[in-house]
């Protein structure tokens, strides 16, 4: 059967299952501002929701047969079973389905440039300081990305000028549906080993994402990392890298940090002086990530003393180190990083910051990624004086029986760190109420609905006011 083209469905009605997530949540509000009438349900009433409503688009929460009713076609997550009622309905009823990715390769397949972001870790910071860099530059691009940035209205942008910028995820191979002509390439990481054998796999994976590339096309990769290195090499279109070394084509020199984290450099194009840059977001690794976002705008024709004041002026999207409140003179902070390299990340930057007690909480995200990642979760969070594990978030799974979060906690225990099993958010919140002090920092960290407990601490505190 030939796959549908969401050209021939302007005018009709685009009916989204599992409208909640991070992406399906920004196309839903793409499709609404080209002219689609829209439609979305999810299992749960997830914080991208209120944003979906306020375009008009009519989302139900849970899934049933009947909420396919009068859809032209269907899109689906990745993370939606084949034996969901929606889909199953669809199917009877003869209505045409496509997966996320499909969709999202077709709107990229329509701009004159489509750019591509993909690695195991900082997609989504990458994408938005790319995305507020172009903006900021005058380029006009159409964004999809998976979070919110204020820069550009929340998770997407409908532009006019020839650039469609997407973050590209390996979840499922999906990035393998885009058509990029530039192509940014973070790192290369062990993750989603539910659908890839090992890292070798995923390191092929991220080949065959490559090669999509046109001889014309660009790809720019991670210059210290191996992996990427050696697919590089494999492409016959152009490749640049960026890294902290200064054998990378794009790389920083008199690099420095203050006490909290956020770095000074001067910005290089190989032995070329492009703009001193003092970045508003802490972290090494977020100059690595303005180093791929600035020699990719610079691929796309953007000024770069503009672009480098764009960078400097980057302070982060949402859920990405994110001061959210304070709690008994505590700071509290929220991080999508929902692996261990991430979450190390994270704490490494609120260890920084921190100038009391570092309480670092995990929710765990899906079974099947603790149990391939077990051996590095137990040590990701040594940098924090404690650290809280909640309950692990199933995601799309169902719970095999054979892992729990007291699991991670002894482990973390046998290898010397102050560990404590909160099963619950209110749990976690008490914990939190009864320990923390004016001066200590608590981040929650993961990608599941653990941020709806830094929203639940904040409502309790304004209640309290």
């Known amino acids: 059967m030939q796959t549908p083209h969401i050209r021939d469905y302007r005018g009709q009605t685009i009916h989204l299952i599992g409208v909640g997530g991070s992406s399906m949540s920004g196309l839903a509000e793409m499709l609404c501002d080209q002219g689609y009438r829209v439609t979305g349900s999810d299992r749960t009433d997830g914080y991208l929701m209120d944003?979906?409503?306020?375009?008009?688009?009519?989302?139900?929460?849970g899934h049933v047969p009947e909420n396919v009713h009068g859809a032209a076609l269907v899109v689906y997550t990745a993370a939606i079973p084949k034996d969901n009622p929606e889909l199953l309905e669809a199917a009877r009823l003869g209505i045409p389905a496509m997966e996320r990715a499909t969709l999202l390769g077709q709107l990229m397949e329509t701009a004159a440039c489509g750019v591509a972001v993909c690695g195991a870790h900082g997609k989504t910071t990458t994408t938005s300081m790319l995305s507020q860099v172009l903006v900021d530059c005058g380029l006009d691009p159409s964004v999809h990305i998976g979070g919110k940035l204020d820069a550009i209205g929340g998770s997407t942008r409908i532009g006019r000028g020839g650039v469609f910028l997407a973050e590209a995820c390996e979840f499922n191979r999906s990035f393998?549906?885009?058509?990029?002509?530039?192509?940014?390439?973070?790192?290369?990481d062990a993750d989603h080993l539910d659908c890839y054998r090992d890292i070798d796999e995923i390191e092929e994976t991220f080949g065959t994402f490559l090669h999509l590339l046109p001889p014309d096309g660009t790809a720019i990769g991670k210059g210290t990392d191996e992996r990427v290195v050696r697919q590089l090499k494999r492409l016959?279109?152009?490749?640049?890298t960026f890294g902290l070394d200064n054998s990378c084509d794009w790389h920083p020199a008199n690099l420095a940090e203050d006490?909290?984290?956020?770095?000074?450099?001067?910005?290089m194009r190989g032995d070329e002086t492009v703009a001193e840059i003092r970045m508003g977001?802490?972290?090494?690794?977020?100059?690595?990530?303005?180093?791929?976002?600035?020699?990719?705008?610079?691929?796309?024709?953007?000024?770069l003393r503009k672009a480098a004041e764009s960078i400097a002026a980057f302070k982060g999207a949402h859920r990405r180190f994110e001061l959210t409140g304070h709690l008994?003179?505590?700071?509290?902070?929220?991080?999508?990083?929902?692996?261990p390299a991430e979450m190390r990340n994270a704490v490494a930057i609120a260890r920084k910051r921190c100038k009391g007690t570092l309480v670092a909480v995990m929710q765990p995200h899906t079974f099947s990624r603790v149990k391939t990642l077990f051996n590095d979760y137990l040590t990701c969070t040594d940098a924090a004086d404690i650290t809280l594990v909640t309950d692990i978030c199933a995601a799309r799974e169902k719970d095999p029986g054979d892992i729990h979060s007291g699991m991670l906690v002894e482990g973390m225990k046998a290898h010397g760190l102050n560990a404590v099993w909160?099963?619950?958010?209110?749990?976690?919140?008490?914990?939190?109420?009864?320990?923390?002090?004016?001066?200590?920092?608590?981040?929650?960290?993961?990608?599941?609905?653990?941020?709806?407990l830094n929203e639940q601490i904040s409502r309790h505190e304004a209640e309290k006011a």
């Open 51 to 61: 944003d979906v409503r306020a375009k008009g688009i009519r989302v139900m929460i």
């Open 176 to 188: 393998l549906q885009l058509k990029p002509r530039v192509a940014v390439v973070l790192n290369i």
């Open 328 to 339: 008994n003179g505590a700071e509290l902070f929220h991080d999508y990083g929902h692996n």
């Open 422 to 452: 909160t099963p619950s958010f209110d749990d976690t919140e008490a914990w939190l109420r009864e320990h923390l002090a004016p001066g200590d920092l608590a981040i929650t960290m993961g990608c599941g609905d653990i941020n709806l």
């Open 236 to 240: 016959d279109c152009r490749t640049l």
């Open 281 to 303: 977001v802490p972290g090494l690794f977020n100059v690595e990530n303005a180093l791929a976002a600035l020699a990719a705008a610079d691929v796309l024709g953007a000024d």
């Open 259 to 267: 006490e909290e984290g956020h770095a000074s450099f001067t910005l």
